[in-house]
């Protein structure tokens, strides 16, 4: 059985920096990578990055580019998300997840999602 815990979510002024960490126990049978996305109150679940396995590539949405960095800490085995420059419409539940799929930005190519983290930006 697999669990993602994600950590790190705080509220935080506009402009501000967090960092995020997705961390794991057990192993996926299809394990491509892990994904970040966000959710905000009444609206979908929306994709902001992943990074893949396999070279290690990384993959933005148009809103997390140049702002936000994936990164994997081999160290700690956790796959991280720094946020810098963050704006009130950062403001969303963070979560993570384990790719299994072959889309990157679509929710049905991920699995054993997280609870989630809570992150607030006020302006």
């Known amino acids: 059985q697999v669990q993602i815990v994600e950590s790190g979510g705080g509220l935080v002024q506009a402009g501000g920096s967090l960092r995020l960490s997705c961390a794991e126990s057990g192993r996926a049978t299809s394990d491509y990578g892990r994904g970040w996305f966000r959710q905000a109150p009444g609206k979908e679940r929306e994709f902001v990055a992943t990074?893949?396995?396999?070279?290690?590539?990384?993959y933005y949405s148009d809103s997390a580019k140049g702002r936000f960095t994936i990164s994997y800490d081999n160290a700690k085995n956790t796959v991280n998300l720094q946020m810098t420059h963050l704006k009130p419409e950062d403001t969303a539940a963070y979560y993570c997840?384990?790719?299994?799929?072959?889309?990157?930005?679509?929710?049905?190519?991920?699995?054993?999602w997280g609870q989630g983290t809570q992150v607030t930006v006020s302006s």
């Open positions: 997840a384990v790719r299994t799929g072959f889309y990157v930005t679509n929710t049905t190519s991920y699995n054993y």
């Open positions: 990074i893949t396995w396999s070279g290690g590539s990384t």
